[in-house]
């Protein structure tokens, strides 16, 4: 059976795909090297549309106006541009309301794309670009430590690792930011209150890398112009013993944030980049299936967020303790505990 596998490793070799989410310019050139907050390419798009029916403003047929339609698909007009001008000696006109591009033409109206804005992507990963997918974006390769969270807020940024935690169930308040962690990244534990988040934003914080974040809390880390990852879950979770040993150990390097918002289809995790000086680091395993002796990770409680290792596979479908029948394995859990556990519920740390 296929395993989801939960990336928490010390040295691998990251290889990432950035794109634009429509067509645009790409910025940067083939091997070259790129830091996390680089533009690497932009894409011009329009906050709204505009619909002229030019039938109805000239007092013609459908039919007729298109006749009397000067435009057409994809030019751009600047404002104040006739579009059309109407039959008869006293004819009305029908001009462009602002600056756009036309969309659609037919059926005696025409569409306008109006109110240009630029997207710009960033690298979001420091290392060298060694693909470019022309018009849409790049893929960048780089070698280190990659942690994976489960939740994200969609922004990036690269800092200093500080650490505000004693063990993987510590609880980050207002009262521990100081100013000394301006401009960095930090290892805070468990956040239970809104005024934390804001501490952090007034310092101002590079980011924030929590074990878990109260539900209600979502809407405001949401807010927050800094990155904000979470690597295990919502409530009072202490920090999985694979991630809080990586990073903990790796205080005061440089690290990047991408809080990336989890997407299970496209593969899109949040995650913790600590890029390392090596030339050579073995791929990323994006697949595994479940064998005796891996490491995984429990997805639910009772043992939620807990490393262990399987045991053995168990044969057909074990019933389990709810009386469900599903496939299953014996994982000797770190503390040294032994569960019977569904398939489904695990996942492979690697």
């Not at 670009?129 to 070698?143: A, K, L, M, P």
């Not at 979770?237 to 440089?254: E, F, G, H, Q, V």
């Amino acid at each position: 059976m296929q395993a989801p596998v939960h990336h928490i490793i010390g040295l691998t070799s990251i290889v990432r795909e950035r794109l634009l989410p429509i067509s645009g310019t790409v910025l940067v050139r083939l091997n070259q090297k790129v830091n996390p907050n680089d533009i690497i390419a932009e894409a011009n798009w329009s906050r709204e549309h505009v619909l002229l029916n030019v039938a109805h403003m000239l007092g013609v047929n459908p039919s007729i106006a298109d006749r009397l339609i000067k435009c057409k698909v994809d030019d751009r007009l600047v404002a104040k541009t006739e579009i059309a001008v109407g039959l008869g000696l006293f004819a009305h006109s029908v001009v462009a309301p602002q600056d756009g591009r036309v969309a659609l033409v037919g059926g005696g109206q025409v569409l306008m794309e109006v109110g240009n804005s630029k997207f710009e992507l960033r690298a979001g990963i420091p290392g060298t670009v060694i693909h470019i997918i022309e018009n849409r974006g790049v893929v960048i390769q780089t070698n280190g430590s990659l942690v994976q969270g489960v939740w994200g807020n969609g922004r990036i940024d690269s800092g200093l690792l500080v650490n505000l935690t004693e063990q993987p169930d510590s609880v980050l308040s207002a009262g521990r930011l100081d100013v000394s962690m301006r401009g960095s990244i930090v290892l805070g534990g468990i956040v239970k209150d809104a005024e934390t988040l804001k501490a952090a934003a007034d310092l101002p914080v590079r980011g924030l890398i929590l074990s878990s974040l109260y539900p209600s809390l979502i809407p405001q880390a949401r807010e927050m112009r800094y990155p904000i990852i979470v690597t295990d879950g919502f409530g009072p979770l202490p920090m999985n013993s694979a991630a809080y040993k990586l990073l903990s150990t790796n205080i005061k390097r440089d690290v990047t944030l991408n809080a990336g918002v989890y997407d299970r289809y496209s593969g899109v995790r949040p995650e913790v980049i600590i890029p390392l000086p090596v030339a050579d680091a073995p791929a990323l395993q994006e697949s595994q299936e479940f064998l005796p002796g891996l490491q995984v990770r429990m997805r639910r409680p009772p043992a939620m967020g807990m490393i262990g290792s399987i045991v053995v596979l168990k044969p057909g479908l074990s019933t389990l303790l709810s009386g469900l029948r599903a496939p299953a394995a014996e994982v000797k859990l770190e503390n040294g505990e032994t569960v019977i556990a569904p398939l489904v519920n695990l996942e492979v740390v690697g």
